[in-house]
């Protein structure tokens, strides 16, 4: 299940890779989209109850999900 989040404070592409080194240790969770420009990421889920946690590997990564 695709999910839309979006990330406030990523600006660069180090921000981009700290975001994929984050979510990509959350299991069932693929990463589908960083778009820095309009501070979304899509990723694709295995179950709806993983999302908390997806939210919380960015938060952990020093963004905010909005």
Same mark, same amino acid.
């Given at each position: 299940m695709k999910k839309t989040l979006s990330?406030?404070?990523?600006?660069? #592409?180090?921000?981009v890779q700290k975001i994929q080194r984050f979510v990509s240790e959350c299991e069932g *969770?693929?990463?589908?989209?960083?778009d820095i420009d #309009?501070?979304?990421l899509e990723v694709d889920i295995d179950d709806?109850?993983?999302?908390?946690? *997806?939210?919380?590997?960015?938060e952990d990564?020093?963004?905010?999900?909005?």
């Open positions: 990330v406030d404070g990523m600006s660069c #592409n180090h921000c *969770v693929k990463i589908l989209n960083i #309009n501070k979304i709806e109850k993983r999302l908390p946690y *997806v939210i919380e590997a960015v990564a020093g963004f905010i999900v909005k």
